[in-house]
């Protein structure tokens, strides 16, 4: 494999990106297939001070268009400083959120511009498009069962309206691209969800 593959993995808070990610990277592993990981918003040491920053609950005042250009900040240095390189040199890059969490947080949560948030996207990822994203889906109310009492941050604690717009954001950019967009049922079982996530994968190596 000459070039390199983005895989992102999205969802709201809770369904289960986290540990579908890892199972993935133990496949890769086990396959003897490069593979390195990074997450929004964070993975480069600027990036990391600005997800403290977004994810602070003290900071309960930011605006929404302040919280957009933050998330695309970190989003570009992680682009521009490992994933172009690392893509470049031939390995899988595996991406915990990447520009469609903010297609959907900031615009269909936050209700900014969605033709604005697709020009930053461009601009912050310097034209990166995913070669594939998973996207798990589960109800607002299986997330505040499977989340209970814990302590959340600035995102995670907002409101059950909030989380459900979001999880409409991402059916919805499921619905407008099938092609890229592979829809999950977070429901399933971790293995279910593992195998379909690999069989996904495979499909698109048969495709390059």
Same mark, same amino acid.
């Given at each position: 494999?000459?070039?390199?593959?983005?895989?992102?993995?999205?969802?709201?808070?809770?369904?289960?990106?986290?540990?579908?990610?890892?199972?993935?990277?133990?496949?890769?592993?086990?396959?003897?297939?490069?593979?390195?990981?990074?997450?929004?918003?964070?993975?480069?040491?600027?990036?990391?001070?600005?997800?403290?920053?977004?994810?602070?609950?003290?900071?309960?005042?930011?605006?929404?268009?302040?919280?957009?250009?933050?998330?695309?900040?970190?989003?570009?240095?992680?682009?521009?400083?490992?994933?172009?390189?690392?893509?470049?040199?031939?390995? &899988?890059?595996?991406? #915990? %959120?990447?520009?469609?969490?903010?297609? =959907?947080? !900031?615009?269909?949560? +936050?209700?900014?511009? /969605?033709?604005?948030?697709?020009?930053?996207?461009?601009?912050?990822?310097?034209?990166?498009?995913?070669?594939?994203?998973?996207?798990?889906?589960?109800?607002?109310?299986?997330?505040?069962?499977?989340?209970? &009492?814990?302590?959340? #941050? %600035?995102?995670?604690?907002?409101?059950? =309206?909030? !989380?459900?717009?979001? +999880?409409?954001?991402? /059916?919805?950019?499921?619905?407008?691209?099938?092609?890229?967009?592979?829809?999950?049922?977070?429901?399933?079982?971790?293995?279910?969800?593992?195998?379909?996530?690999?069989?996904?994968?495979?499909?698109?190596?048969?495709?390059?």
């Amino acid at each position: 494999m000459s070039k390199g593959l983005l895989i992102t993995f999205e969802g709201i808070d809770g369904s289960g990106k986290t540990t579908q990610i890892m199972r993935f990277m133990q496949k890769c592993a086990a396959k003897n297939i490069s593979v390195v990981l990074f997450r929004e918003p964070g993975g480069t040491s600027i990036g990391e001070k600005i997800r403290d920053i977004l994810l602070d609950k003290s900071n309960s005042g930011m605006c929404a268009i302040t919280e957009l250009l933050l998330y695309s900040a970190s989003r570009y240095q992680l682009s521009h400083e490992l994933i172009h390189p690392a893509l470049e040199s031939g390995k &899988v890059v595996v991406c #915990d %959120r990447f520009y469609d969490s903010t297609t =959907v947080y !900031q615009g269909y949560g +936050r209700g900014i511009d /969605l033709e604005f948030i697709r020009a930053l996207n461009q601009i912050a990822t310097e034209n990166l498009v995913p070669d594939l994203t998973f996207i798990l889906d589960i109800p607002a109310k299986e997330r505040a069962r499977r989340f209970g &009492v814990r302590d959340l #941050d %600035r995102l995670e604690g907002e409101s059950h =309206v909030f !989380q459900e717009k979001i +999880r409409q954001g991402f /059916l919805k950019m499921a619905r407008l691209e099938p092609n890229r967009i592979c829809l999950l049922d977070g429901t399933k079982t971790e293995d279910l969800i593992s195998k379909e996530v690999w069989q996904n994968f495979e499909r698109l190596l048969k495709r390059i």
